[in-house]
């Protein structure tokens, strides 16, 4: 759980300092910051894709994951959370960008090959190097996350705890079971995701319910044990 600390750390203290001297960066500045991470994401996402043994597995992922994400309203709960959130935490100039803050840095800092190797890594060993490199990472985008999308930003530790600090505690069975191809569907998967956040969030080109396809990378791998009983 080391790494999960420290990649909390990481984004609380540099969206307190985007908070801070957000108020003195130009907009323009800003949204160009922004525009970039949304082009970054969607290079990493691309390059996650073609980790891909077979483009289908990926498919099947996501149209399973998407039928349970809108089951579940996924996406949903999460909006709520940050409205609620909001209420208590936001002050009224913060209000149209607290939730969109809290779910794009949430699904960015929890998506990715980083995330789920890092924290399999942290909790089987202690080793918690690849997370201090995504901390890294993290602590730039939560600086330039805040600076424009305000105090939602730093509300996403919340879900770091929860999700990466639940992959830590389960990291010995789950690496018990999941094997190199299996974990390169999730990343293909998770690369899908990223674009559609950088589509959605970032960019602002078209809306996407992201977090509805989050069932998708526990689909991923499945599918892949599934097929191997098959073969």
Not at 136 to 147: G, Q, Y
């Amino acid at each position: 759980m080391t790494g999960t600390f420290l990649n909390i750390a990481t984004v609380l203290i540099g969206g307190a300092i985007g908070l801070f001297f957000g108020a003195r960066i130009p907009e323009r500045f800003k949204s160009t910051v922004i525009a970039g991470m949304g082009l970054f994401t969607a290079a990493m996402g691309l390059q996650m894709f073609l980790e891909t043994e077979n483009p289908l597995i990926v498919l099947g992922a996501l149209i399973v994951g998407i039928l349970l994400g809108e089951w579940m309203r996924i996406e949903d709960r999460l909006r709520a959370l940050g409205e609620n959130l909001e209420k208590r935490f936001a002050s009224s100039g913060d209000s149209n960008n607290f939730v969109r803050g809290f779910l794009t840095a949430s699904l960015l800092f929890c998506v990715g090959p980083m995330t789920i190797l890092g924290s399999i890594q942290d909790g089987l060993t202690g080793d918690y190097r690849l997370l201090a490199i995504k901390s890294t990472l993290d602590f730039f985008s939560a600086l330039a996350f805040s600076s424009t999308l305000g105090v939602g930003v730093l509300f996403s530790a919340l879900v770091i705890l929860v999700f990466q600090g639940g992959i830590s505690l389960l990291a010995g069975g789950l690496n018990a079971i999941i094997t190199t191809p299996m974990l390169n569907e999730l990343t293909a998967t998770g690369g899908v995701l990223l674009l559609g956040l950088a589509v959605s969030s970032l960019l602002e080109i078209k809306p996407i319910r992201v977090g509805n396809f989050l069932p998708a990378l526990a689909v991923a791998p499945l599918i892949v044990w599934v097929l191997g009983l098959l073969g």
